[in-house]
């Protein structure tokens, strides 16, 4: 059975479906972080199939092939160490100052005019197998109780016509998962990123639209900033913005309805619970994408 080595230290969070953990370990005086991942067992497909979203040897593969990634890098690869249970991935421990929102928009836009290479191991359709998640637990019934009911049913009514056009958009390069933690410096213009569990291909603009999520700044200051950037000028900038819209309504909506189902079980009426603390940010980031909604709805 596999056990960290003596010596390294633990990193907190790293815990993941597959993920045992994270640890800082040093070789030669440099300092390398490494995670391990189990091998998935026989009542686990889900992370048997290289398309899937949730496929277990993707880190490993693009530690092993990654050079072909602009404007958002991976860190360096010291090595990856296979066993039967599983394997170690060693990347450097990146250190610099945390990439702001701006230039994580211009990373991001760079890194969309990659055409994607033919590697079995990219993830396929992101937003798809979200949505298709969703049907499996019957779409949004709590939301269905709030004020909220109009919109979302007339998204999931719509989503059919919505994934059919965001589908037929070219495909692109995306990191699949931009949050700030996985953002962990920047280095110039570039901006190094960490979990490339689903690196695949998406329509430019989906990786913003994800990113939009976790930031501060307005969606349309972020838009703006990925399309005024000299990379997307190859862009089209219709298609940016509705695959943008497409992966922020869909994805904050579904946030919203995890979190709200989460907590409606308990006693009390369901009113009560928008101010949970496990809830209110999800409602709150849910209005603060109302012109996202509407936009999306109108086209």
Same mark, same amino acid.
């Given at each position: 059975?596999?056990?960290?080595?003596?010596?390294?230290?633990?990193?907190?969070? %790293?815990?993941?479906?597959?993920?045992?953990?994270?640890?800082?370990? +040093?070789?030669?005086?440099?300092? #390398?972080?490494?995670?391990?991942? &189990? &091998?998935?067992?026989?009542?686990?497909?889900?992370?048997?199939?290289?398309?899937?979203?949730?496929?277990?040897?993707?880190?490993?593969?693009?530690? !092993?092939?990654? $050079?072909?990634?602009?404007?958002?890098?991976?860190?360096?690869?010291?090595?990856?160490?296979?066993?039967?249970?599983?394997?170690?991935?060693?990347?450097?421990?990146? @250190?610099?100052?945390?990439?702001?929102?701006?230039?994580?928009?211009?990373?991001?836009?760079?890194?969309?005019?990659? +055409?994607?290479?033919?590697?079995?191991?990219? !993830?396929? @359709?992101?937003?798809?197998?979200?949505?298709?998640?969703?049907?499996?637990?019957?779409?949004?019934?709590?939301?269905?109780?709030?004020?909220?009911?109009?919109?979302?049913?007339?998204? #999931?009514?719509?989503?059919?016509?919505?994934?059919?056009?965001?589908?037929?958009?070219?495909?692109?390069?995306?990191?699949?998962?931009?949050?700030?933690?996985?953002?962990?410096?920047?280095? %110039?213009?570039?901006?190094?990123?960490?979990? #490339?569990?689903?690196?695949?291909?998406?329509?430019?603009?989906?990786?913003?639209?994800?990113? $939009?999520?976790?930031? &501060?700044?307005?969606?349309?200051?972020?838009?703006?900033?990925?399309?005024?950037?000299?990379?997307?000028?190859?862009?089209?900038?219709?298609?940016?913005?509705?695959?943008?819209?497409?992966?922020?309504?869909?994805?904050?909506? $579904?946030?919203?309805?995890?979190?709200?189902?989460?907590?409606?079980?308990?006693?009390?009426?369901?009113?009560?619970?928008?101010?949970?603390?496990?809830?209110?940010?999800?409602?709150? $980031?849910?209005?603060?994408?109302?012109?996202?909604?509407?936009?999306?709805?109108?086209?």
């Amino acid at each position: 059975m596999w056990q960290p080595e003596p010596g390294w230290t633990p990193v907190p969070g %790293g815990r993941g479906a597959l993920t045992v953990g994270l640890w800082s370990a +040093e070789i030669d005086g440099r300092s #390398w972080v490494v995670k391990r991942v &189990r &091998r998935p067992g026989p009542d686990e497909p889900e992370h048997l199939d290289p398309r899937g979203p949730a496929y277990w040897r993707r880190e490993a593969e693009a530690a !092993a092939d990654h $050079a072909w990634l602009v404007g958002v890098r991976h860190p360096e690869v010291l090595q990856v160490d296979e066993d039967d249970d599983g394997y170690c991935l060693w990347t450097e421990e990146v @250190t610099g100052p945390e990439p702001t929102a701006l230039l994580t928009a211009t990373a991001l836009a760079r890194l969309a005019t990659v +055409e994607p290479p033919d590697r079995p191991w990219l !993830a396929g @359709t992101l937003l798809g197998d979200r949505v298709r998640l969703m049907a499996a637990h019957d779409g949004w019934p709590t939301l269905q109780r709030t004020n909220v009911a109009d919109l979302a049913d007339e998204l #999931w009514r719509r989503r059919g016509s919505i994934l059919e056009r965001y589908d037929a958009l070219p495909r692109r390069v995306a990191h699949g998962d931009v949050v700030p933690a996985n953002l962990v410096a920047a280095v %110039g213009e570039e901006v190094v990123a960490i979990d #490339w569990s689903s690196l695949g291909i998406a329509p430019a603009g989906a990786d913003l639209g994800y990113f $939009a999520l976790s930031c &501060r700044e307005d969606f349309e200051v972020l838009l703006g900033t990925y399309l005024d950037s000299p990379a997307a000028k190859a862009l089209d900038t219709a298609e940016v913005r509705f695959a943008a819209e497409a992966m922020a309504v869909y994805t904050v909506v $579904a946030r919203a309805e995890w979190a709200l189902a989460r907590v409606a079980k308990g006693e009390g009426a369901l009113a009560a619970k928008f101010r949970h603390p496990a809830v209110a940010p999800h409602l709150r $980031a849910l209005q603060r994408h109302f012109p996202q909604i509407e936009s999306l709805l109108a086209m």
